[in-house]
């Protein structure tokens, strides 16, 4: 069996939940904190109310930080999720709920909504996706002029993760039933990622290591012309 088979027979949200947990809050907190950052620029320079596609929104537990108004366009592609996505869609105005299980499911809800996202994120999502060349055209696409596309992944240009995934992290694991190895078939550097938001035509790219170095965050616009 491999590991992402096993992944599929530990609880879902069991594992999410070690998101809001100390230690693993010092990977996360700084993750965050980028992440509300970005979405003030945000808030900033687009009109209200804003638009956001959450792109693996797993459970959703940021939405707290968001304006009241948000229209939400939530992407999972995990089918347990589907009842928590459709009820929060269903108490936000203008929102959307999508279960996408590959690139061309995904390419239909953004031609659905090309060109009218002002935010998307992307947290700890795309170091899963191998095919990830072909989503970064599409959250280009789903993007309005001038609106910022932020993501964040494991930091592996450093030490420092690879480390603690290798020994820490891997026992966690193991304790619940699965192991990390393949987990992340894209292992991103701060030059790799930078490299791929430039490549896809983003303009305004930054990306930075969190404290500790473990994670990147990244931001890029969508140029307006």
């Not at 599409?138 to 993760?161: C, E, H, V």
Request: glycine content about 4%; aromatic content about 12%.
């Amino acid at each position: 069996m491999s590991s992402s088979d096993t992944v599929e027979k530990v609880d879902y949200y069991a594992n999410h939940e070690l998101v809001v947990r100390w230690p693993f809050t010092i990977y996360h907190h700084p993750i965050e904190k980028s992440m509300a950052d970005t979405l003030e620029r945000v808030k900033a320079s687009r009109p209200r109310p804003l638009t956001v596609l959450v792109f693996g929104c797993g459970y959703f537990h940021e939405r707290a930080m968001y304006p009241a108004d948000t229209r939400f366009i939530l992407v999972d592609q995990d089918l347990r999720l589907k009842p928590t996505m459709d009820a929060i869609a269903a108490s936000q105005a203008g929102s959307y709920a999508y279960t996408c299980q590959s690139a061309e499911e995904f390419a239909r809800v953004v031609e659905r909504h090309s060109g009218s996202v002002d935010f998307i994120t992307g947290k700890e999502v795309i170091e899963h996706i191998t095919e990830m060349d072909m989503y970064f055209p599409l959250f280009k696409a789903a993007l309005a002029p001038g609106g910022i596309l932020w993501l964040s992944t494991p930091n592996y240009g450093d030490w420092t993760l690879p480390l603690v995934e290798s020994t820490f992290l891997e026992a966690v694991a193991r304790c619940r039933g699965f192991s990390r190895k393949d987990m992340h078939p894209n292992r991103y550097t701060k030059d790799s990622l930078r490299g791929a938001l430039s490549a896809h035509g983003f303009s305004s790219v930054d990306v930075a290591r969190t404290k500790y170095r473990f994670a990147l965050t990244s931001s890029a616009v969508k140029p307006t012309s």
